[in-house]
């Protein structure tokens, strides 16, 4: 896998489309955590996330979520993963942290709204999060 230096970007953004399609796959897991591949691409001083897929084998409970990570076919535009909090704060949690995939992950907790969605570098420091309203 080839990522860039985390960094070097200011800022997540993030199509108003993925956005809806993280919450609602989250609502749809709720009480279990779910879990997405997050496609996109990185731009000059952001990275943009643009498409979500639904990771291969992937396995969730209500504390837990993850996928082979060997099982992912291998895609340059894959730059992390979102998944959900059912329960708690949408802080990254030791565990996210030491299974942490690519540039990025966003973490979303229960209610799932806009506000309840979070993005977070591989030390688990918040990062800005923008939602595209319009492409
Ligand atoms: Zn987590």
Redesign the pocket.
Known sequence: MVFGKTTARKYIAITRQAADGIITYSRTKHPN?AILVLQGRSKKDHLLIDRLVIPPFSMSGPYY?GFPIHDLPFDLSYIGTA?S?PGGSNK??L??LNHFYGLVSL?ISHPYEDDTLGAFDRNGDAIELKILESE
């Open positions: 955590e979520s998944h909090h990254p949690s565990e996210d973490i």
